[in-house]
């Protein structure tokens, strides 16, 4: 008797013996969740098949029929954790899973095994859905760190932990598991059966080309794997012999549970199968992973080719010419529809989906796209358009399903242009960086605690509901404003201002000048004339809308110190002017590129990310705008500053930027501040007066000035919204008819 059969026979005993002891109400927790599967010649059971280049769905009238896979990545976390400690409840799954399935979602994808928590919610949620659940890919993670660091897939033990990681990950889904609970790691006992809603097995992460370069050299003539259920080819590389045995594992352990559902490996462009002669870095187009290279010959449901493709990432999409073939209506290309086509037709005789893509929606923006599909910048309305058009691209060119990145924001992230002013990292989970693009790529928008209770509209009636104990004011802080308001959350500065006369940026400026420690400059452009007792960090200027920005001290100024000449030097010597000046804040988006390091030479490349936009942030406004800064309202004027752009590595613990020199790898090193002091000043555009808190003094001791205070924290609130991109997949996944 199978291991399969006992469980059942075993499943029905203690379902009559609940019965005949009348407490009915425990059948529905044990009873196997409703479903139609096919069940092939000997038992096994099958929902989902691929074949040829077609992925199908059993309809459970006998017929199998082509589907369109549409859905979203799910990730394992909420504000204020860390993934490892998968903190998502019950009530969050359920609300999440019903607001993924009226999407019009068919599949959701989690990249790793979760906590019990979600396979029970998941079959919960499913239990009144019929034929219309929502289904989940089930990823399981490859040793990525080890994989980089030893950069050969068959050294230190890899093989047999990624194997271990496969039979802990099928055992979970089919409720059969139960490990002890590590920090850091999903545990507990897994007792539900969640295989009815399996889609398909996804295994790994992306592959370091280096690593899988190596692990070709270092293993070349190996034979190719020959397993039971997947085989590599007679074309094979050593490394897709590795994934072969991977895909192989997976079959053998699902097969002890008596179900087949199709399998396929992670891979992304850096090593997809094709050749691109303007990426001008080597290691984006130094070796391939080849899906056909792998293939099934006792696995009836079958295999398909999974990718991660981003419209803006390798370089690869704005600067290779072969991919400018198809117009994009705005008088460029669309490289990303050209590039679906080139990778479909590769994979012609497979099915093949793209499971990760999308724009976040953030101030920060880390590379660019060609037609404005940047990664950052964009506002959630500009998010929701971009990643609707991105969805259609890819069912327009053939492919077999489109997995957004990702359905909820991820504080813990982080992006090269940012991580190394983010000190420490292991802090990241507690505050909001709006720069960092990557937290905000979410379907979900996770924001900070205030972000609902006070509307930046210029109007700061709402700022009389919070706590006083919340909010710090000052009277006069300077001639021409009579009240100042500061308070915070995890993701701004929050200041409010009330002024003696009507705010009019044609005829006045404002500055507020940022002090956090010793040092700093004499802003002696905007105040000529005039000394303070200690330097400024930054610069709140407030004006007209292409005026109105923070700015950063030349001697403070993180982009100069980390690419200029005692950095990188990848930024031209200042000029003299320059090092006196208080400077536009900004972030790289490309670095120097160089033969013969690379194949072609580009510049370097940054974009102003410090400029505030005015707006409103209220969502219930048809004016809302997600990247809404500021805004004035007669004598009233609203700010919210994120917390980079004044120079914090970490405000949940108070921790600055600090002048130290860069040291070795270009590293930060940071200080704790006592506080923020503002320096409130107003410039007469026309007769070029300066209303100051010095009066008529030329010198201004900064001990006098507003100082803002706040205490650490190591609990965070949050908002949970749905961006208007929801509705915008919501009606094309509606026309994808398959």
Known sequence: ????????????????????????????????????????????????????????????????????????????????????????????????????????????????????????????????????????????????????????????????????????VVSAVYG?????????????????????????????????PEMVENTNKVHAGQAPYQGKYFSATDKASPFESFLASMLDRAAAKEQTYGWEHPVTFTNWVTTDVLKHPGEPLFQEDLVSVDATHVKPVNWKAGYFAAYHVYPYYPDLFHLDKTLQTIPDGKGGFNTYKAYLRKLKAYYKDIPIMVTEYGVPSSVGVSHI????????????KEQGEINASLTQDIYDEGYSGAILFMWQDEWFKKTWNTMRFEIPADRRSYWLNVLT??????????????????????????????????????????????????????????????????????????????????GGDQPKNELPNKTLSDGLENLIVIGKDKETQVKVAPSYDFHQRLYGKYGYWMLPEQKAADKIAFQPWKLAVSLTMTPPDTRTAHPFQDETVGTLKRGTSDRKSAQFDSLTSWQYSGKQVELRIPWMLLGFADPSSQQVIDY??????????????????????????????????????SKLDLKNQPIYKWNPWETVEYTEHLKSGYNDLKDVYSKMNK
């Open 1 to 168: 008797m199978s291991k399969l059969a006992r469980k059942r026979i075993i499943l029905w005993i203690t379902i009559g013996i609940i019965l005949i002891g009348g407490v009915t109400s425990l059948v529905f927790l044990y009873l196997p969740p409703s479903h139609t599967s096919y069940a092939t010649s000997d038992g096994t059971e099958m929902k989902f098949q691929t074949s040829g280049d077609k992925f199908l769905r059993y309809d459970g009238k006998g017929n199998w029929k082509e589907i369109f896979v549409k859905g979203v990545n799910l990730g394992a976390t909420v504000p204020g954790h860390f993934p490892g400690e998968f903190p998502a409840t019950e009530e969050d799954y359920l609300r999440w899973f019903q607001q993924i399935h009226d999407m019009g979602a068919n599949v959701i994808r989690v990249y790793t095994i979760h906590n019990p928590v979600f396979y029970t919610s998941l079959v919960k949620f499913n239990r009144d859905k019929g034929e219309n659940p929502l289904y989940f890919i089930q990823g399981v993670y490859s040793q990525e760190e080890q994989l980089i660091e030893s950069k050969d897939a068959y050294g230190g033990g890899i093989p047999k932990a990624f194997e271990q990681d496969i039979d802990k």
């Open 176 to 208: 059969d598991l139960d490990i002890p609970v590590n920090p850091g790691f999903a545990g507990g006992k897994y007792t539900t059966n969640a295989g009815a809603y399996l889609m398909a097995w996804h295994i790994g992460t992306e592959w370091d």
């Open 369 to 380: 796209g060609p037609g404005g599909r940047n990664q950052g910048g964009h506002n959630e």
């Open 437 to 518: 693009n990557e937290k905000q790529f979410g379907v979900v928008a996770m924001g900070s605690g205030k972000s609902d209770k006070l509307i930046i509209d210029g109007k700061l009636d709402d700022w009389n509901s919070l706590p006083k104990d919340q909010v710090t004011e000052w009277d006069k802080t300077t001639p021409g404003i009579s009240k100042m308001k500061v308070t915070h959350d995890e993701a701004y500065v929050y200041i409010g201002l009330e002024l003696e006369n009507n705010f009019d940026p044609e005829k006045s400026l404002m500055y507020l000048g940022t002090d956090t420690q010793p």
């Open 660 to 697: 130290s020199p860069l040291k070795t790898g270009r590293t930060f090193s940071t200080l704790k501040t006592a506080g923020i002091t503002f320096v409130p000043w107003i410039v007469d555009r026309a007769t070029k007066q300066i209303s100051w808190p010095g009066g008529n003094e």
